[in-house]
């Protein structure tokens, strides 16, 4: 089970901190990241971290948002910084495992609001 928390509201230009940790029957992940899903528009990727510390971001956030994960823990953050009002949206964890990264996990979602 995927447990996101840290969104709200916040005035275009803020930050926020979003994080989101495993529990229970937990499996080695290999790959920890962030989705987002606008009203009306499909979940797209916003960033994703590897169990080696290598990172992928969306162009419409890259500069502005660092994900960094504890593997060990099995937590995963995504700092926004500079938000836009463009950037209100549902924000999901997904998590891989297995051999060939094919069993996902996915968290309930946190919603982030930039208000103009």
């Known amino acids: 089970q995927l447990q996101a928390s840290g969104g709200g509201l916040v005035q275009a230009g803020g930050s926020l901190r979003v994080s989101c940790v495993a529990s229970?029957?937990?499996?080695?992940?290999?790959?920890m990241g962030w989705f987002r899903q606008a009203p009306g528009k499909e979940r797209e990727l916003v960033a994703t971290?590897?169990?080696?510390?290598?990172?992928i971001y969306a162009d419409s956030v890259k500069g502005r948002c660092t994900i960094s994960g504890d593997f060990a823990e099995n937590t995963v953050y995504l700092q926004m910084n500079n938000l836009k009002p463009e950037d209100t949206a549902v924000h999901y964890c997904?998590?891989?495992?297995?051999?060939?990264?094919?069993?996902?996990?996915w968290g309930k979602g946190t919603l982030v609001t930039v208000s103009s």
């Open positions: 997904h998590f891989k495992a297995g051999i060939f990264n094919d069993l996902n996990y």
């Open positions: 971290i590897t169990r080696g510390g290598r990172t």
């Open positions: 229970g029957s937990i499996n080695s992940f290999n790959v």
